[in-house]
């Protein structure tokens, strides 16, 4: 269905080219996914195959990519529109009309279809993507999961026979990628649609891959069995990394085929536990009574009782709009309670000036680069030295620590996105606050550049600093998190050690958890740990 | 053959009543309010037009914005007010409510005056002016919020298709740039800088924008592959007749311009207008014809459109021809200030617009 030919991709600005020589042929109905780490080339290679790349964003391909027979370079995005359909991160992004229906028929307008055609398929793509009771509805106004079904049913009405989709579940929380994987599942089932798709965070999708293909910067690309590619590749879940650990073959990709090999492993760890961390028991830096806080005509916290403490990390869960971010705001003085009450190291947070309430508390926001105003890395670390009132050199020092290796001329639009994330958590650390709090800190991080996060802030925990972090993440909340949280419809409807909450859930159980259940196991590293000793 | 499936929606039941209907019938209602200074009169209009937004509206986002504009509408009338005030009026006047203390202005800046005597009149004719506005300001605002400008917008032809895209997304631009400069000012505050006053607004600018530039390349890209910008073959001599047309029709409307603004042109510059504009509209017409865009269900337009629309072209008609036949009743003198009566025909005149509350069809509800 679509072919690589000797293909290879150089933007202009870069003296090495993005995808070399890739040569390969994906099959008609099949759905492979895209692995590899950061700057490896996936959502190049995905561009090629909607046309996007070159026509769109410059640069320059060599070799041929063929599409259902149609050349890439010879036609354009809007050429290929009936045979391709493309879906990114942001669905909000790609949105052009402002109702679901309106949204559904735009492509089939563009295309010129029949109205009678136009009116079957929108009510087809209503019933298969589960839409129907939401046809009328704003796009605006509804959730995450329902948004990326919309944007996946959006490109299916015109029937394209590729599908391509780059990280459709970064941004969601576990249970809505589960949706939209249920919809992808159902499409190559049943309509035989060829899917590409790229994901940082495979342990929500590799077990529904037919083929994986593996982009590894300065090798050759590896398209296989997702079992076979799986068992050498850097980027793996974790369910992959137990499955290596214990010498499952053939290595299992779902939690189910784990725990079906899993019994020995079980019976092998039965009557140890992981050495527990021993709970903080310092005075509370930041506490949070009856907090209640509206945001609009949406009641975004009901009533939440939260106290931090030094050393303590804690990761805040709960779905799209359950009011995390929100909280996270309220400790930063963004958002004034409208009753009950917020203090941090003994001040109120929206009463306090900016310039002293950075020593008490520091917020990474979702999008680092909102942080992040200068030309070059020297110049943030400045301003950052300044603002913070901290001896001119901190920050730079700081970002030595965190990030070594950072020419100071660099641009910070130029780093990758764990490496802004990192550049902004320096920003933030110069003023020294004792509070940190990060909101969904992974997003868009592969698995190094996450492993790399969870260091530092275990250090910064053990210097004391309390940290408190809103993620979708359940892996990277097993690993990092002492205490969890989860907050629904903004209220706290779980608060205790990660090990206790997370591991009965189903939603925001780790995969090594679902493996080892009912054993009190969370990451691999503990069951390698217990396994060594 | 079967036949085939009806492509219009069907006109019965709940449904959204055709966009130019609604924005007829709005401009109908503002066109009567422009004939009058009356304000009893634009009160029975603005009142009209706020009824049958209540029964009428819809719970989509643009139906809040009857909200906003009415806001508007009572804030241009303030400032209206409060320049009569500290400005003065130009209307003699002879009742003195209060006097200012004037500020002394050099000679040179001589017909301005800042405070100083505050008249009955002044104050009445720039309350009457202003609430022309407003009411003017509250019928647009009634035509957003019943129907919006989007889908007057997929109502255009072919040709002007894609202009009318440009329009929609630069709309839906407002909203995100107020969040985002809300958001870089929340994380100006991160970085403990303050997050008030105008330096703070003006520093975000440049991100801001930065973001508005991301998303419209980001959404380019996805109208793209979505197939926006297709265009059907059409043969050469046919794209270049358009052409031609619609140059010569530019040309001849630009001329026409010239002609009529210059004195003494008068006597040929009203045919070239119209030939001009013949020819451009011939050019729309055959541009057209390379789009291949297809309508996903149109807005029938049935008898509840004529209604609403009519009600409109009434209201507008009738206010028009009573205002020309007793001028006084809709124009109340302010010197000397009378008492403004309601003229009694007047009254089932404005009335007809309270039709399409009645005749327009409820819009679909959520289950929420």
Known sequence: MITFEQVSVRYADSAEPVLRNVDLTVPEGELCLLVGPSGSGKSTLLGTVSGLVPHFTGGVLHGRVTVGGRDTREHRPRELADLVGTVGQDPLAQFVTDTVEDELAYGMESLGLPGDVMRRRVEETLDLLGLADLRDRALGALSGGQQQRVAIGSVLTVHPRVLVLDEPTSALDPGAAEEVLAVLQRLVHDLGTTVLMAEHRLERVVQYADRVLLLNPGAEPVLGEPAEVMAHSPVHPPVVALGRLAGWRPLPLSVRDARRKAAPLRAELDGRAPAAAGTPDGAPIAATDRLAVRRGPVQALRGVDLALRPGEITALMGRNGAGKSTLLGSLVGLHAPTSGSVTVGGRTPHRTRPAELIRHVGLVPQDPRDLLYGETVAAECAAADTDAGAAPGSCRALVERLLPGVADATHPRDLSEGQRLTLALAVVLTARPPLLLLDEPTRGLDYAAKARLVQILRSLAAEGHAVLLATHDVELAAELAHRTLILAEGEIVADGPTAEVVVSSPAFAPQVAKVLAPGPWLTVQQVAKALGA | ?368
Not at chain 2, 7 to 21: F, M, V
Not at chain 2, 178 to 185: E, I, K, Q, S, Y
Not at chain 2, 241 to 264: D, E, I, N
């Open chain 2, 1 to 368: 053959m079967s036949s085939p499936a009806r492509s219009t929606r069907p006109p019965t039941g709940p449904r959204q009543l055709h966009p130019a209907a609604w924005w007829l019938w709005a401009l109908g209602l503002g066109a009567a309010a422009t004939r009058t200074t009356n304000p009893v009169i634009l009160l029975l209009l603005a009142a009209t037009a706020g009824y049958v937004v209540a029964a009428r509206r819809g719970d989509a986002p643009w139906s809040r914005s009857y909200g906003a504009f009415l806001r508007l509408g009572l804030l241009v009338l303030g400032i209206r007010l409060v320049f009569a005030v500290l400005l003065g009026s130009p209307v003699p006047g002879t009742h003195v409510l209060f006097t200012l203390p004037e500020l002394p202005l050099p000679a040179w800046a001589q017909g301005v005056r800042i405070g100083g005597r505050v008249t009955l009149e002044g104050l009445l004719s720039a309350l009457y002016d202003g609430l022309r506005l407003a009411t003017l300001l509250v019928c647009v605002g009634a035509a957003n919020s019943l129907a919006s400008p989007a889908r007057l917008l997929r109502a255009l032809p072919g040709a002007l298709y894609e202009a009318g895209v440009a329009v929609v997304v630069a709309m839906t631009f407002a909203p995100n740039l107020v969040a985002d400069v809300r958001r870089l000012r929340a994380a100006r505050r991160l970085r403990g800088r303050n997050d008030r006053g105008v330096a703070a607004v003006l520093s975000v600018g440049l991100p801001v924008l930065e973001g508005a530039l991301e998303r419209s390349i980001a959404l380019a890209a996805a109208m793209d592959t979505r197939g926006f910008g297709r265009t059907a073959d059409v043969p050469r001599r046919l794209a270049r007749v358009t052409a031609a047309l619609t140059l010569a029709g530019l040309l001849g409307v630009c001329l026409a311009a010239y002609g009529l603004l210059t004195a003494g042109g008068a006597g040929w510059a009203l045919p070239v207008l119209l030939l001009g504009l013949a020819a451009a509209f011939a050019g729309l017409l055959l541009g057209s014809r390379r789009s291949l865009r297809t309508r996903h269900r149109p807005d029938p337009w049935a008898l509840p459109e004529w209604l609403t629309a009519g009600s409109g072209a009434a209201v507008a008609a009738l206010v028009t021809w009573l205002a020309s036949r007793d001028p006084a009743a809709f124009t109340p003198t302010v010197v000397p200030p009378t008492v403004p009566v309601l003229p009694l025909a007047v009254v089932p005149a404005v009335l007809l617009g309270l039709v399409p509350a009645f005749a327009a069809p409820t819009p679909p509800r959520r289950a929420s």
